[in-house]
Protein backbone atom coordinates (compact mmCIF):
# COMPACT_ATOMS: atom_id res chain seq x y z
CA UNK A 1 0.00 0.00 0.00
CA UNK A 2 2.70 2.23 0.58
CA UNK A 3 3.71 2.03 -2.95
CA UNK A 4 1.59 5.10 -3.91
CA UNK A 5 4.17 7.39 -1.99
CA UNK A 6 6.87 6.70 -4.59
CA UNK A 7 6.69 10.03 -6.40
CA UNK A 8 6.99 8.06 -9.63
CA UNK A 9 3.91 5.83 -8.83
CA UNK A 10 1.18 6.83 -11.66
CA UNK A 11 -1.48 7.44 -8.59
CA UNK A 12 1.27 9.87 -6.65
CA UNK A 13 1.48 11.59 -9.45
CA UNK A 14 -2.46 12.23 -9.83
CA UNK A 15 -3.02 12.85 -6.24
CA UNK A 16 -0.35 15.95 -6.39
CA UNK A 17 -2.54 17.01 -8.87
CA UNK A 18 -5.63 17.56 -6.37
CA UNK A 19 -3.36 20.07 -4.74
CA UNK A 20 -2.00 22.38 -7.29
CA UNK A 21 -3.54 25.78 -7.90
CA UNK A 22 -3.56 26.46 -4.27
CA UNK A 23 -3.39 30.44 -4.56
CA UNK A 24 -6.05 30.68 -7.74
CA UNK A 25 -8.59 28.82 -5.58
CA UNK A 26 -7.84 30.85 -2.57
CA UNK A 27 -8.48 34.20 -4.43
CA UNK A 28 -11.67 33.07 -5.51
CA UNK A 29 -12.76 31.39 -3.01
CA UNK A 30 -15.77 32.63 -0.81
CA UNK A 31 -15.80 29.63 1.86
CA UNK A 32 -17.03 31.40 4.93
CA UNK A 33 -14.49 30.25 7.26
CA UNK A 34 -11.62 31.52 4.38
CA UNK A 35 -13.22 34.39 4.57
CA UNK A 36 -14.61 35.71 8.17
CA UNK A 37 -13.00 37.59 10.58
CA UNK A 38 -13.42 35.17 13.47
CA UNK A 39 -10.84 34.44 15.90
CA UNK A 40 -9.50 32.49 18.57
CA UNK A 41 -7.84 32.41 21.97
CA UNK A 42 -6.12 29.62 23.92
CA UNK A 43 -3.32 27.45 24.02
CA UNK A 44 -1.79 26.04 20.81
CA UNK A 45 -3.25 22.12 22.03
CA UNK A 46 -7.05 24.15 22.76
CA UNK A 47 -6.83 25.58 19.30
CA UNK A 48 -5.41 22.71 17.26
CA UNK A 49 -8.50 20.33 19.12
CA UNK A 50 -11.19 22.44 18.19
CA UNK A 51 -9.62 23.09 14.35
CA UNK A 52 -8.57 19.45 13.57
CA UNK A 53 -12.06 17.65 13.72
CA UNK A 54 -15.07 19.55 12.13
CA UNK A 55 -13.42 22.91 10.92
CA UNK A 56 -10.46 21.69 9.30
CA UNK A 57 -11.69 18.17 7.92
CA UNK A 58 -15.01 20.19 6.51
CA UNK A 59 -12.78 22.76 5.03
CA UNK A 60 -10.25 20.14 3.06
CA UNK A 61 -13.23 18.13 1.66
CA UNK A 62 -15.03 21.40 0.65
CA UNK A 63 -11.95 22.69 -1.31
CA UNK A 64 -10.48 20.33 -2.48
CA UNK A 65 -13.37 18.54 -4.43
CA UNK A 66 -12.69 15.67 -6.64
CA UNK A 67 -14.07 14.26 -9.79
CA UNK A 68 -12.95 10.50 -9.40
CA UNK A 69 -15.81 7.92 -8.49
CA UNK A 70 -13.24 5.25 -7.59
CA UNK A 71 -10.83 4.63 -5.28
CA UNK A 72 -7.61 5.47 -6.29
CA UNK A 73 -5.65 2.61 -5.00
CA UNK A 74 -8.06 -0.49 -5.68
CA UNK A 75 -10.83 1.08 -8.35
CA UNK A 76 -14.31 0.24 -6.15
CA UNK A 77 -16.71 2.43 -7.32
CA UNK A 78 -18.14 4.96 -4.96
CA UNK A 79 -21.97 3.80 -4.48
CA UNK A 80 -24.32 4.29 -1.79
CA UNK A 81 -22.80 1.98 0.55
CA UNK A 82 -19.17 2.55 -0.40
CA UNK A 83 -18.20 6.43 0.37
CA UNK A 84 -14.54 7.90 -0.72
CA UNK A 85 -12.54 9.65 1.69
CA UNK A 86 -9.88 12.82 1.06
CA UNK A 87 -6.56 10.83 2.74
CA UNK A 88 -3.88 13.06 3.35
CA UNK A 89 0.00 11.55 2.64
CA UNK A 90 1.33 9.46 5.53
CA UNK A 91 4.94 10.38 4.92
CA UNK A 92 6.66 13.35 7.07
CA UNK A 93 3.93 14.95 9.05
CA UNK A 94 2.14 15.96 5.59
CA UNK A 95 -1.46 14.20 7.85
CA UNK A 96 -4.01 17.00 8.55
CA UNK A 97 -3.04 17.27 12.40
CA UNK A 98 0.21 18.00 11.52
CA UNK A 99 -0.41 20.56 8.84
CA UNK A 100 -3.05 22.37 10.99
CA UNK A 101 -0.43 21.76 13.71
CA UNK A 102 2.29 23.77 11.68
CA UNK A 103 -0.11 26.54 10.47
CA UNK A 104 -1.20 27.63 14.42
CA UNK A 105 2.84 27.42 15.17
CA UNK A 106 2.94 29.96 12.51
CA UNK A 107 0.25 32.46 13.81
CA UNK A 108 0.76 31.79 17.57
CA UNK A 109 1.97 34.38 19.61
CA UNK A 110 0.03 33.54 23.47
CA UNK A 111 -2.69 32.42 24.89
CA UNK A 112 -4.75 35.34 25.32
CA UNK A 113 -3.73 36.74 21.80
CA UNK A 114 -6.56 36.26 19.09
CA UNK A 115 -5.91 34.52 16.06
CA UNK A 116 -7.95 35.24 12.92
CA UNK A 117 -9.14 31.31 11.93
CA UNK A 118 -8.81 32.38 8.57
CA UNK A 119 -5.22 33.13 8.73
CA UNK A 120 -4.41 29.73 10.40
CA UNK A 121 -6.32 27.86 7.68
CA UNK A 122 -5.84 29.62 4.58
CA UNK A 123 -1.88 28.61 5.53
CA UNK A 124 -2.95 25.05 6.49
CA UNK A 125 -4.43 24.98 2.63
CA UNK A 126 -1.04 26.31 1.11
CA UNK A 127 0.90 23.90 2.98
CA UNK A 128 -0.86 21.35 0.99
CA UNK A 129 1.01 22.47 -2.06
CA UNK A 130 3.08 19.23 -3.53
CA UNK A 131 1.83 16.95 -1.57
CA UNK A 132 -0.56 14.46 -3.14
CA UNK A 133 -3.95 14.08 -1.74
CA UNK A 134 -5.57 10.52 -2.06
CA UNK A 135 -9.00 9.76 -2.77
CA UNK A 136 -9.63 6.50 -0.98
CA UNK A 137 -12.20 3.99 -0.27
CA UNK A 138 -13.27 3.45 3.76
CA UNK A 139 -11.28 -0.11 3.70
CA UNK A 140 -8.19 1.01 1.28
CA UNK A 141 -7.73 4.68 3.96
CA UNK A 142 -7.96 2.76 6.73
CA UNK A 143 -4.87 0.05 5.23
CA UNK A 144 -2.95 3.34 4.45
CA UNK A 145 -3.02 4.96 7.47
CA UNK A 146 -1.48 2.02 9.54
Known sequence: MNSINDQDNLLYQNALKRTQDIDVKLEKTKINCLTSVLAVVGTKADILSHLKGGPAKNLTNMFFKYTTDKCDYCGVQ?????????????????????????????????????????????????????????????????????
Not at 103 to 120: A, G
Open 78 to 146: KNKTIQLDRAHCNMDNCDRSSLLEKSINLHFIDESTPIKIKDILITYLTYHKDIPLFILCKQCHREYDK
